[in-house]
């Protein structure tokens, strides 16, 4: 059977794009840096176009660094834009060498992780003119992870501009073109060659010592899904044999608050030594395909990232795994908080458990002013252990030690619940369903203590965690006689927004689109009257579809 080929519009030139653009070629750099690429499949597949010089350096290609999702999206627009065929296999090669080869160091790709796991608070950048030019169209985290020369920066900046002319109306040109300031894209080449260079010092260090990571063996998973709680469990990575860099995983975790276990199967590819790539299926049904960007540590024993899914990426997991000895591993305990002078049930999950619960030596501590009475149900992945808390315990965190291991602020103390926060603070959503998904919007209510200071929102206070919460949603007033709160949507008692449908609404003034701002509320506890009760509010803003997407993040799959 032939393989599936990837072919859409015509070739546009380089120099046709730098003609529209108003500018004209520059010449080369002399003793400018470059990396040379020497594998055949990159040569073959991008050659024709990108000339390779006396160093094997292929003009452009060279002269760029970007994670695995930043070469994606330039195959990706090649093929798009530029006729470029290429079989998936070949295409999946190409990205596979850039990545490894000129690809960015651990410090460079954690500065905009938040990019790659496709998290939607927008990071700040420190200079206010620059996120200005960029992000009138993608986030500065697409800016942010790569690295170029000079010269590269500004044919960036020139295709921008062949490609999209709006952009010097939008972003680029401002103010008084005879007035010889310089122009916002100058100001924004200038900055982005020094503070992103090509060559430094982070890339030189890390490409000297990267290798294939060994990753194969048990890893202890803990982890939190917004709205469903501390999520533990392990996570089996077994290397794919013939294949120093691809995985298999099995994954099994249990959901905290509700005991629902999950098992995954996986598949994942590690780029530049220590960028995980995956994608699993559940066993159960009731949950769905996750995408997984995690970054692993110099010292492969811990990973972190997001696992994630939806029509636009917001719902997903918080991940932490660290690899697992032969002893027992704590990774939490719930419920995470108690009153003073109470007794409660505390399961303790992590793994390897039964046998430290056994002795005396190795009985759950919990800190001062806690005492362990009993184990009352164990298995090797968690224990049930009855506690109380003293009526004049102090206030705070503590640490659950078992055996050799702990987990760390795994309980705190308190005394009262000083107020409910809801978060995220500022939320998004986006109508859909009819002819784009809807993007659903996740919150949840979390109890807080003041601290020993008593004052709210200081870094003494004490995080007691998620607590079941009555949702409803309020009018954020801006106009007079706004009635956004009948046509946006609903949340449900779980905390989850469920926007209306896209499309104009003929029911509403205007046939206007149901969009709008509305407050989030909840109230705890939940069967508090009108009134009572504490209550917290996040701000909701429910907008409209994104019309024009082009995903830079769907690595495909090894």
Not at 262 to 274: D, H, K, N, S
Request: charged content about 25%; aromatic content about 8%; proline content about 7%.
């Amino acid at each position: 059977m032939p393989q599936p080929r990837l072919k859409l519009l015509g070739c546009v030139p380089l120099a046709a794009l730098l003609a529209a653009a108003g500018a004209a070629a520059q010449p080369a750099e002399t003793n400018r840096p470059g990396i040379p690429i020497d594998d055949e499949t990159v040569r073959q597949a991008c050659g024709s176009c990108h000339q390779p010089d006396d160093e094997g350096r292929l003009s452009r290609i060279s002269f760029r660094r970007t994670t695995p999702e930043g070469w994606q999206q330039t195959i990706r627009r090649m093929v798009t834009l530029n006729g470029v065929t290429l079989t998936p296999e070949t295409a999946r090669n190409v990205v596979r060498h850039l990545a490894n080869n000129l690809g960015l160091a651990p410090a460079e790709a954690l500065d905009a992780a938040w990019e790659a796991e496709r998290r939607s608070d927008d990071q700040p950048y420190d200079d206010a003119d620059v996120e200005e030019t960029c992000t009138q169209c993608h986030s500065m985290g697409r800016v942010i992870s790569q690295r170029r020369t000079g010269e590269e920066w500004s044919l960036l900046m020139a295709m921008h501009r062949g490609y999209y002319p709006f952009t010097d109306f939008q972003a680029f040109r401002r103010g008084d073109p005879g007035d010889g300031k310089p122009q916002a894209v100058d100001r924004a080449v200038a900055h982005l060659s020094e503070r992103f260079p090509f060559e430094t010092a982070a890339w030189s260090a890390w490409s000297a010592t990267m290798r294939p990571p060994r990753l194969g063996g048990a890893w202890l998973l803990r982890g939190h899904a917004p709205g469903r709680g501390a999520v533990y469990g392990q996570v089996t990575i077994t290397p794919l044999a013939g294949a120093e860099d691809e995985f298999t995983t099995e994954a099994t975790y249990t959901y905290a608050r509700t005991g629902r276990q999950v098992e995954r199967t996986g598949r994942a590819i590690v780029y530049t030594g220590f960028q995980w790539r995956g994608r699993s299926i559940p066993g159960d049904p009731g949950e769905d395909e996750l995408r997984e960007v995690m970054f692993v540590e110099r010292d492969r024993r811990t990973m972190r990232g997001r696992w994630f899914t939806g029509g636009y990426d917001e719902t997903g997991i918080d991940v932490t795994l660290e690899r697992l000895a032969g002893g027992p591993a704590v990774a939490g305990a719930h419920p995470p908080s108690i009153q003073a002078g109470a007794a409660a049930t505390v399961r303790v999950h992590g793994r390897n458990l039964a046998a430290a619960a056994e002795s005396a030596d190795t009985f759950p501590d919990l800190g001062p002013g806690v005492s362990v009475l009993a184990v009352t149900g164990t298995t090797g992945d968690w224990l049930d252990v009855h506690v109380r808390v003293d009526p004049d315990a102090a206030t705070g965190a503590r640490d659950l030690v078992l055996d050799q291991t702990a987990a760390t602020g795994a309980l705190t103390v308190y005394d009262d619940v000083d107020r409910i926060e809801v978060t995220p603070r500022a939320g998004m959503a986006r109508v859909g369903g009819v002819r784009f998904p809807k993007q659903f919007q996740q919150f949840e209510a979390r109890a807080w203590h003041n601290g020993p200071d008593g004052e709210p929102a200081t870094e003494d206070d004490l995080d007691l965690g998620m607590v079941d919460a009555r949702w409803s949603i309020e009018e954020y007033a801006v106009t007079f006689g706004d009635d956004d709160i009948r046509y946006v949507g609903a949340i449900e008692p779980g905390g989850r927004f469920i926007p209306a449908v896209d499309g104009p609404n003929v029911e509403r003034s205007g046939s206007r689109n149901n969009v709008g701002d509305v407050w989030v509320v909840a109230t705890w506890p939940p069967d508090a009257g009108d009134g009572g009760g504490l209550r917290g509010r996040a701000h909701l803003l429910v907008t409209v579809p994104l019309y024009l997407r082009w995903d830079p993040t769907a690595v495909e799959q090894p």
